[in-house]
């Protein structure tokens, strides 16, 4: 069973910066893609970014030009650098990656944007 181990979440400040990891049982090459999604309370969960096993990325318009996915192959790993992050970008937020016919998920990661 592939396991995704999300960390680097926690408080910052308004303007502030964060990197989320999301660390894979097995290579990350194996997935067609890996993305970060995120929940907020009270709202469905959401596509932050992906990345393709290509390296094509996605962004959401919301954090385009603050956020930015990329990979660390020889680690199997993917971060998720969050840069001028606002009270709306807290949220739980999930790794998630997908095969053919499956799709995994991390446990989540919480940030809270707040002052």
């Known amino acids: 069973q592939v396991q995704l181990v999300e960390s680097g979440g926690g408080l910052v400040q308004p303007g502030g910066s964060l990197t989320l990891s999301c660390a894979a049982s097995?290579?990350?090459?194996?997935?067609?893609?890996m993305a970060w999604y995120r929940q907020a309370p009270g709202k469905q969960r959401e596509l932050v970014a992906s990345?393709?096993?290509?390296?094509?990325?996605k962004y959401a318009d919301s954090v385009k030009g603050r956020f930015t996915i990329s990979r660390d192959n020889a680690k199997n790993t993917v971060y998720l650098e969050m840069n001028s992050l606002e009270p709306e970008d807290t949220a739980v937020y999930y790794c998630?990656?997908?095969?053919?016919?499956?799709?995994?998920w991390g446990q989540g990661t919480q940030v809270t944007v707040s002052s």
């Open positions: 998630n990656a997908l095969r053919t016919i499956s799709i995994y």
């Open positions: 097995e290579t990350i090459l194996s997935f067609y893609a």
């Open positions: 990345m393709t096993h290509a390296g094509s990325t």
